[in-house]
């Protein structure tokens, strides 16, 4: 990479320095055999320039994609029904490979004291992020209504849990590393709140649908009923 930007650097310069000499000419009045020399160096530095701008594109791109676990074919059909482009696909994934990432730091971290057990158990936060994330894979079409989650309440309570361990680890505690606990504590709790709400909104649409057919399942049960004791 470092010798990629030295040559993107001496490029740059050839073309800058070109660029001084071809007004130089000009001003000076040379003949149009020095200009035509220096404007076809102008025109290979841009060249190279633009070269290696779109090799490191490409590179970036590559390395992004590099990074991925490979895609089965089954996810790839997947993928593919809902409409997706190769680019928002590539998207996606390393958005849910890096909220994963954050669910499997958080399941542990949940594990490994009582109170964040306590918690856990009581408010079931990794149950709900691990259900959430199950959902995306599920439509991923509705990545955008999951923002919330994905960018700030499962980072935050992900990085909540790392400080309340950090602090925890401490051999000698003292009042005031009691206090810190409880305050991580308690805003592990109310960020478990807000990422449970995000599940819960997320699927309310579905509960909403479910409700409706249970109300017409239900009339329609009614109607055969009444005709039946009328019979």
Do not use: W
Not at 8 to 34: A, H, P, Q, W
Not at 36 to 48: C, E
């Amino acid at each position: 990479m470092k010798k990629e930007n030295n040559k993107l650097r001496k490029s740059t310069l050839v073309t800058v320095v070109s660029i001084i000499v071809i007004v130089f000419l000009l001003i000076m009045g040379f003949d149009e055999f020095f200009l035509g020399i220096a404007i076809f160096v102008l025109l290979i530095s841009i060249l190279l320039n633009l070269k290696f701008l779109f090799q490191r594109l490409l590179k970036k791109d590559n390395s992004t994609k590099d990074n991925l676990p490979s895609l089965s074919r089954v996810k790839e059909e997947h993928y593919s029904k809902t409409g997706m482009s190769e680019d928002e696909i590539v998207f996606f994934r390393k958005t849910m490979a890096e909220a994963k990432a954050n669910i499997v730091t958080l399941n542990k971290n949940m594990t490994s004291t009582a109170k964040l057990k306590s918690i856990d158990l009581r408010l079931q936060t990794t149950t709900a992020a691990k259900a959430m994330f199950k959902e995306l894979v599920n439509d991923p079409q509705k990545l955008h209504l999951a923002d919330q989650f994905l960018y700030n309440h499962l980072p935050n309570i992900t990085e909540l849990t790392n400080k309340y361990l950090e602090i925890d680890r401490h051999e000698l505690k003292t009042k005031q590393t009691y206090q810190a606990l409880k305050q991580c504590a308690e805003a592990i709790e109310k960020a478990s709140i807000l990422l449970i709400g995000d599940y819960n909104k997320f699927v309310q649409d579905d509960l909403d649908e479910l409700d409706v057919e249970i109300s017409i399942a239900e009339k329609n049960t009614s109607h055969y009923q009444d005709e039946y004791k009328g019979e």
